[in-house]
């Protein structure tokens, strides 16, 4: 089968495309073939060898843990799907395999696909709202009335975050450039910080901090927060308590039990899902080119067959 690969850590240029072996499928797993994938920092950092303690690989490596596609076949225990049913799931990312034609995978790690949602829409999903659930609700304990900061809105996680936060009651101040601070004001930000040109820091009172950023950001969030405030961070695994407050890193691991909720939000017309681009798989590439950039509006996706 066709994928793309690395045989050692590096920049996105490590990739290579061509012919990669499929192991077999065990009487629980589904051999899928995959119709989209998403694309996450974690796959830039798990290709340049920042994961190797966490998430140890090994060579040839095809990275990409989010994808929809296809079930092509299934073991003789699954009983959850069947070949021709259309899937949305996450790989562990020390597997990885979603930036390829066909992945095996657990059957209990995937999911039911309805009719009226998109393979590139059902990709977009795992990470980004699997992430956005726990740092919200299980790290950061937000609740009914509470004030959050959502750093980088517009983003991947962000997105997903304003529009969670938004139907949990809380009072979301997010952060986002110029152009699209429509975008996350129609996701449901009370107040959209444009980080070009405002300071973020006049916020004050803040419960929570969604943290995508890390660095300077990071560091100057700590000030907005009220007295017991807590910030959870997508980005630093050494965060410490400063001043008082709380800090903790989000470490996710599995999406699959936030995939039902995604689809039944989804259907009932409660979750947008924003898109920046797709790629085809010989342009892998260009797609995580794109996402290291720190400026995609929404998802990063790579087609991979239609």
């Known amino acids: 089968m066709k994928a793309a690969s690395i045989n050692t850590f590096g920049a996105p240029e490590v990739f290579a495309i061509g012919e990669h072996r499929l192991r077999a499928p065990g009487p629980t797993e589904v051999t899928v073939r995959v119709a989209a994938a998403g694309v996450n920092p974690l796959d830039l950092k798990i290709i340049a060898g920042y994961m190797q303690q966490v998430f140890p690989i090994e060579f040839p490596y095809v990275p990409g843990t989010d994808f ?55 990709a977009a999903l795992p990470t980004a709202f699997g992430t956005a659930s726990q740092a919200l609700f299980d790290v950061g304990q937000l609740t009914r009335g509470q004030r959050v900061l959502i750093h980088a809105a517009a983003g991947g996680v962000g997105s997903m975050a304003v529009q969670l936060a938004h139907q949990a009651g809380a009072y979301i101040v997010a952060t986002a450039s110029h152009q699209n601070i429509d975008l996350v004001t129609s996701l449901g930000a009370d107040q959209v910080i444009d980080y070009r040109t405002q300071d973020f820091t006049h916020t004050r009172n803040i419960d929570l901090v969604l943290d995508t950023v890390g660095g300077d950001t990071l560091t100057r969030s700590w000030s907005v927060l009220r ?80």
């Not at 003789?76 to 562990?92: C, E, F, L, Y």
Request: hydrophobic letters at 45%.
């Open 68 to 122: 929809s596609g296809v079930v092509e076949s299934a073991g003789a225990q699954v009983t959850n799907v069947k070949p021709g049913d259309r899937v949305i799931g996450r790989t562990a990312p020390s597997a990885g395999g979603a930036f390829a034609q066909t992945l095996v995978i657990s059957a209990d790690d995937v999911c039911l696909i309805p009719a009226d949602m998109s393979a590139e829409q059902a």
């Open 227 to 306: 007295a017991g405030g807590r910030i959870a961070t997508l980005v630093e695994f050494g965060i410490k308590p400063t001043n008082g407050h709380s800090g903790q890193f989000v470490f996710f691991a599995s999406a699959t039990p936030f995939l039902s909720h995604a689809i039944r939000l989804f259907q009932a017309g409660h979750l947008q899902i924003s898109i920046d681009s797709i790629f085809p798989l010989d342009e892998a590439q260009s797609a995580l080119e794109k996402v290291a950039t720190g400026h995609a509006r929404g998802k990063v996706l790579i087609r991979v067959s239609s």
